[in-house]
């Protein structure tokens, strides 16, 4: 049996995935906490806040991918320039080397979050 979730509802989906706490939404959609809990036994209700979290860690996972993109293409751009000597380019090197060393890869950390997140019983 399939129940379709109500605009409140869906709101509570995305507040929930976004952190927002539960007597916080409440109080913004006007409902009590007792209402949003028997909201989070329905399966739909929880398939939903499960969907718009992976959203929103996709989301971000792209966002971070977008910025150490264009952060390597600044420090090559930056260790290329003829005009940076030789000192300021290793320093460079260095810094951003000592900065990566022993990093998960964002994919993963990401993976590792929701996964963390799904074992708390968060959704």
């Known amino acids: 049996m399939s ?7 869906l709101i509570a989906v995305h507040l929930i995935a976004s952190g927002v706490k539960a007597s916080v939404i409440a109080n913004q959609l006007k409902i009590r906490e007792e209402t949003l809990s028997r909201w989070r ?28 993109i264009n952060s390597q293409n600044v420090i090559n751009e930056a260790l290329n320039n003829k005009e940076l000597d030789l000192f300021k380019k290793a320093n460079l090197a260095l810094r951003y080397m000592s900065l990566i060393k022993g990093k998960e890869d ?10 963390k997140y799904a074992e708390l019983g968060r959704f």
């Open 3 to 9: 129940k379709k979730l109500n605009e409140n509802q």
């Open 41 to 68: 036994q329905i399966d739909e209700f929880k398939e939903a806040v499960e969907d718009a979290v992976e959203d929103i860690l996709r989301e971000i996972d792209e966002t971070h991918k977008n910025l150490l």
């Open 106 to 115: 964002i994919t993963q950390k990401s993976s590792h979050n929701l996964f």
